[in-house]
T-cell receptor
């Protein structure tokens, strides 16, 4: 079975401060990992993914994420948050040992960046 | 440059009524998906399609039917709506199965209330 947990329902930061959104995963094999962002009244937008290779993945809008196999984590980071980063963020995983196609999404983390 | 378009954007139904949600994509993607999004639960896959004329069940298929008569369209039907189907529905598409590392592109969603 595969699953992903986002331990924080909400993250609040001041503009200009570093932003971290946490994600931990559980798979029996190796994972594919994704981050998506959802702005109000919009669909999800892809931010970045980890398939293999470098543990630090860079994505859209200045975001990056670090894959840590020993801690089974894939935290999303941005060095300097903007008010426009306020949104709902989803982590998703797929177990490479799985024979199906399915991605498992976390419950989401609401990020609020205050001016 | 429409991407994935969902209609309608909002709908209110009475228990027992039926309706069809339409998803259209102009990216020539083979794969299409229907998800529902409920507070605190992330996205859950209802049904998906790997190509024109094919459909398959996801995590939560009960109470829904789908059809993919044309490559660009994926319809989600509710034959007899129930209050438990009150949710936000998202359609997505991808070049290949999302679970093999391919990016999904999402529509803006349909907000459905069943009274």
């Amino acid at each position: 079975a595969q699953s992903v947990a986002q331990p924080e329902d909400q993250v609040n930061v001041a503009e200009g401060n570093p932003l971290t959104v946490k994600c931990t995963y559980s798979v029996s094999g190796n994972p594919y990992l994704f981050w998506y962002v959802q702005y109000p009244n919009r669909g999800l937008q892809f931010l970045l993914k980890y398939i293999t290779g470098d543990n630090l993945v860079k994505g859209s809008y200045g975001f990056e994420a670090e894959f840590n196999k020993s801690q089974t984590s894939f935290h999303l980071k941005k060095p300097s948050a903007l008010v426009s980063d306020s949104a709902l963020y989803f982590c998703a995983v797929r177990d490479l040992r799985s024979n199906d196609y399915k991605l498992s999404f976390g419950a989401g983390t609401t990020v609020t960046v205050r001016a | 440059n429409a991407g994935v378009t969902q209609t309608p954007k909002f709908r209110v139904l009475k228990t027992g009524q039926s309706m069809t949600l339409l998803c259209a994509q102009d990216m020539n993607h083979e794969y299409m998906y229907w998800y529902r999004q409920d507070p605190g639960m992330g996205l859950r896959l209802i049904h998906y399609s790997v190509g024109e004329g094919t459909t398959a069940k996801g995590e939560v298929p009960d109470g829904y039917n789908v059809s993919r008569l044309k490559k660009q369209n994926f319809l989600l039907g509710l034959e007899s709506a129930a209050p438990s189907q009150t949710s936000v529905y998202f359609c997505a598409s991808s070049w290949s199965l999302a679970g093999v590392g391919n990016i999904q592109y999402f529509g803006a969603g349909t907000r459905l209330s069943v009274l």
